[in-house]
Nanobody, 125 residues
Framework: QVQLVESGGGLVQAGGSLRLSCTASGRTFSAFSMGWFRQAPGKERECVAGIRWNGSRTYYADSVKGRFTISRDNAKSTVYLQMNSLKPEDTGVYYC??????????????????WGQGTHVTVSS
């Protein structure tokens, strides 16, 4: 089993920044690809960023490219999402997720095995 705990959400004005963290415990974090997903009210959960187990590949949704950066520190069992130039449409619940099976970075939520409880991000205009 893997437990994921997110932190760093909050309320920020448009144009501001937030840094989300997700710390894992349990199985070997360094072997997992990790993803950050968000879910806005009334919308489906979408992958905004992902990172391969060794950090060699990353994925970003078009809507966040150039503004968000995903990174990981395997020694700390933590993955980060640096969010800059935030927009009201970035509002939602952000979840981190771990994929214990695939070596590539998946954008598909069903392919992730473990999920955190989510952290709220609200961007005011």
């Amino acid at each position: 089993q893997v437990q994921l705990v997110e932190s760093g959400g909050g309320l920020v004005q448009a144009g501001g920044s937030l840094r989300l963290s997700c710390t894992a415990s349990g199985r070997t974090f360094s072997a997992f690809s990790m993803g950050w997903f968000r879910q806005a009210p009334g919308k489906e959960r979408e992958c905004v960023a992902g990172i391969r187990w060794n950090g060699s590949r990353t994925y970003y949704a078009d809507s966040v490219k150039g503004r968000f950066t995903i990174s990981r520190d395997n020694a700390k069992s933590t993955v980060y999402l640096q969010m800059n130039s935030l927009k009201p449409e970035d509002t939602g619940v952000y979840y981190c997720a771990a994929d214990s099976t695939r070596s590539y970075v998946s954008r598909a939520a069903p392919e992730y095995d473990y999920w955190g409880q989510g952290t709220h991000v609200t961007v005011s205009s």
